[in-house]
């Protein structure tokens, strides 16, 4: 027989701790938005109780007032219309029953006339003249009324209906209508305070919908992506609101992140990758530099032509190998900036390019002894990477065979000169044009590392310069450079 705890304990399991409960209400935390919203919630409920309940209770307030003036004036026309005015005790005190006053007096040109005699009060009556606009007055009324003491009588002057005259005035006791507009009150802050509950909840209910949900949403979004970037986020709504926008814009950067976090791990592999051969890459260089020495012993024409060459090749490998530091990481040494003569410059980079007549050639457009003030190392990978990926562009379009020019011109503008490195390859596809200078974003299909580009956009940034893509297309591809003049 199943006992009383393991009952409690199954209907637990089922529903959940309440922490689980607050938390699928919203209110898992004491500073939740949804706690403040319910507290903002009930703050407007109660204002729009005061702004119910006190204008009814003026109103019910006046409306006694006015109804016991009228029956008090035509009590009086009753008591006028007997012959000099004689009204016998006994019906005057009928008539007063009838309107509920102690005393009616009236107004005319001036003149008091007491037609129905006040009895001796213990306190003075506090006077309304309901003939006055007076708004505030009336708001304050009943609640004087209301906590007022229990003998307090009230004097009320009004404009005469029925009758002619100044004005009439009435003596009546306020406990009556005290206890009328404690009942009204009380029936008035029954129904308010229902209406109100009744509109605060829908609207508490709407917000929670339209606004608590969607940040919950988006709030789930951020912890899971603070947990675990790499894990698939939900897909944003179609909503096209603000809400909509910040969901969508959330998740677009979310994405980049990924994609930043993505690019730094493959930069720490190839960091590692290259932090384990560079040792051996330092010797292998250094036994091809100790080969080219002797080559240079040789007789042969041609190897004398291409010694020079050669030797500035190892020289620059030799150099970069020395600039890559532990763990993998390269660290371009400050620029050593010089007046360097530019076709020089790019005749030396065409050629370690593999710019050759026979295929993908050169074709030079520059002013005469035109110069920029540069690193001649640094100017030289940025012009090889450009002109590199140029050639390559070309000779990977089928319908080329190999063949194309890459040209180069240069104008100088102010103390700058704008170098251009114009190609008539296939062009970069629209989808990579955007992201071509980020790491690891390649134009080719295959082969390269992503990050020719990248390096070059930072050594003409250390140089007090700029690169950037200035048109590609069918037609080809333009680059401009620009440094310092």
């Known amino acids: 027989m199943t006992g009383p705890r393991a009952l409690l304990s199954d209907l637990r399991g089922r529903l959940g701790a309440p922490a689980d409960w607050r938390e699928r209400l919203g209110f898992h935390a004491p500073d939740a938005l949804a706690w403040r919203l319910l507290l903002l919630t009930f703050a407007f409920t109660a204002v729009v109780e005061v702004l119910i309940v006190a204008p009814s209770a003026a109103s019910f307030h006046e409306r006694w007032l006015l109804d016991r003036l009228q029956s008090a004036e035509l009590a009086s026309v009753g008591v006028e219309a007997l012959p000099y005015s004689a009204v016998e005790d006994e019906t005057a005190n009928q008539l007063l029953a009838i309107g509920g006053v102690q005393a009616v007096v009236v107004g005319d040109q001036g003149v008091r006339r007491l037609l129905l005699q006040a009895p001796n009060l213990p306190r003075t009556p506090e006077l309304i003249d309901l003939r006055r606009d007076r708004p505030v007055t009336r708001l304050i009324d009943p609640w004087r009324t209301l906590f007022g003491h229990p003998d307090r009588s009230i004097r009320v002057q009004a404009r005469p209906r029925y009758r002619s005259g100044d004005f009439i005035e009435i003596l009546a006791p306020a406990e009556p209508l005290k206890q009328e507009l404690r009942t009204f009150l009380l029936n008035s802050l029954l129904t308010s305070l229902l209406i109100s509950l009744v509109a605060g909840g829908l609207l508490y209910a ?219 390859g296939p062009g970069i596809p629209p989808r990579l044009s955007d992201r071509l200078f980020e790491a690891f974003v390649s134009g080719r299909a295959s082969g390269g590392s992503g990050l020719g580009l990248t390096i070059s956009r930072e050594l003409a940034e250390l140089n007090g310069g700029s690169l950037a893509l200035v048109e590609t297309g069918p037609g080809g591809t333009v680059f401009e450079l620009r440094l310092p003049n």
């Open 206 to 424: 709407g917000l929670a919908v339209l606004v608590l949900q969607p940040l919950r949403r988006v709030t789930r979004s951020i912890e899971r992506f603070a947990r675990d970037p790499e894990a698939p986020g939900d897909p944003p709504g179609d909503r096209h609101d603000e809400i909509g926008r910040v969901e969508r814009e959330l998740s677009r950067m979310q994405e980049e992140v990924r994609q930043s976090l993505r690019s730094r791990a493959r930069l720490v592999a190839l960091g590692e990758a290259v932090a384990k051969i560079n040792h051996d890459l330092r010797n292998m260089l250094t036994s091809a530099q100790m080969a080219s020495e002797r080559l240079a012993a040789s007789p042969d024409p041609q190897v004398a032509k291409a010694l020079p060459r050669l030797e500035r090749a190892l020289g620059r490998a030799a150099a970069l190998s020395r600039n890559v530091l532990e763990y993998g990481r390269s660290e371009e040494p400050p620029p050593q900036t010089a007046r360097l003569p530019l076709a020089a410059a790019v005749t030396a980079a065409a050629e370690d390019a593999g710019l050759t007549p026979d295929g993908v050639r050169l074709v030079k457009s520059l002013p005469a002894r035109c110069t920029v003030s540069a690193d001649p190392e640094q100017l030289h990978r940025i012009l090889v990477n450009l002109m590199r990926n140029a050639r390559q562009a070309i000779e990977g379009d089928a319908g080329r065979a190999g063949r194309g020019t890459v040209r180069v011109g240069a104008e100088v503008r102010d103390a700058e000169c704008a170098l251009r490195i114009a190609d008539d």
